[in-house]
């Protein structure tokens, strides 16, 4: 399960990028887009991403999966359309469709939710 | 972390010990409530979609908070891009060509190798073997004597797939300058192996006929991938339902591109095709390079 490994690289980068709002920051909603020609499993992240999350700044952030459709055009009459990610040929040409969208993998942004220095202090 | 989270907040509310303080069993039972109630307040926020509510929770709570929404752009498969291209890049310095061979587990990457490995010839080849547990692959290919550097993913979470810093690390072990060409054996999976970039110069997927012609509708991702799809065990034919026109037609549906042999290593059947392909492959690296 290869999510083990994207979710721990994920992890990785959240507590970088919480680093400069202090210990006190977390992460708390995290989202995340995956195109759907990558292999990677929805269900599978999630459970990944929980266990990944254990005791770091993203422990019990809720994780947002935004699945991209792929969007390929035709290379031949250069009608673009979502494809199915078995189907890699214009229905009409017959020909290569080059790829536009479906293979993201991308962390796109964080909630952070940090101790408002008004109430704090 | 959540343990420092609820330290600091009990301290900002006058009860008692700075942040770190490391015995909460001195703690009073009043405390022990305040602490439960915490840890359902902050549950309940982190699952709602309105992004007001962690006031409405610091609002009954003992501490405010402000929510923030970061932009990142991160992609989770730069990481081990970077340490792929970094091979890629030494690899072409020294004129070492990689192929990246991936299957299922029992396609016969393995018999593969012991099948080409004699029929070389002055092509200067070694070997790194990756899979989860056990070296008897790289057993199996001793008696070529060419070098093998065995790669167990089982230390690092029995991981399904190379990464690219593993393969690097088992570079280093193999007389690069004295090499043409490195077969890296995947661990034996259609899924993962097809995600991460070794830093091969060519991905070439397996596929042996017991195991259907759906299977590149099924995992498109790693044919898609590949430079190179080697159908095996062809000698099994006369023995199978076997629909070889209808897998064709699967590959090119989902990979227009790629190159498609036939081959069995145990009657030696199609071989030739393959070896031509790697000449030609190789050739061309080594002209380019020129």
Known sequence: MHEMSLAMGLLREIERQLKPYGPEARATRVFLEVGGLRAVFPEAMQLCFRAASQGTVAE??????????????????????????????????????????????????IEIEEPDPKGDK | MKFD?????????GHGKPPGHEHPEHQEPVQEARHAELRTTAAGAAGATDTDT??????????????????????????????????????REQGVFAINLMSSPGA???????????????????????????????????PFGVPVVQINTGPFG??????????????????????DLVFIENVGNLVCPAEFDLGEA???????????????LKYPLIFRESSLALITKIDLLPHLDFDLPRLEENLRRVNPELRVVQLSAR???GLE????????????????SD
């Open chain 1, 60 to 109: 019990g952030a809720e994780l947002v999966i935004d699945e991209i459709v792929p969007r390929g055009r035709c290379v031949g009459c250069g009608r673009e359309r979502e494809i199915d990610h078995t189907y890699f040929l214009c229905p009409d040409c017959d020909l290569p469709v080059k790829l536009l969208a479906g293979e993201e993998l991308l962390l796109r942004s």
């Open chain 2, 5 to 13: 989270r609820e330290e600091a907040a009990r301290f900002h509310r």
């Open chain 2, 54 to 91: 962690a006031d409405d929770a610091g609002a009954q709570g003992p501490r405010k908070a402000a929510r923030t929404e970061i932009e990142v752009r991160f992609d989770l498969l730069d990481e081990n891009r970077r340490d792929a291209a970094s091979l890629r890049e030494r690899l």
């Open chain 2, 108 to 142: 016969g990457k393995t018999a593969l190798l012991e099948a080409t490995l004699p029929r070389l010839g002055a092509i200067r080849v070694a070997v790194l073997e990756g899979d989860i547990e056990t070296s008897a692959d790289a057993e199996r290919l001793a």
């Open chain 2, 158 to 179: 029995g991981d399904c797939h190379l990464p690219a810093p593993l393969v690097a690390d088992a570079m280093e072990k193999l007389p690069l300058s004295k090499l």
């Open chain 2, 202 to 216: 060519r991905k070439v997927v397996l596929l042996s006929v017991t195991e259907g012609e759906d299977k590149p």
């Open chain 2, 267 to 269: 009657s030696g059947d």
């Open chain 2, 273 to 288: 095709d393959w070896l031509k392909w790697l000449s030609d492959e190789l050739g061309e690296a080594l002209r380019a």
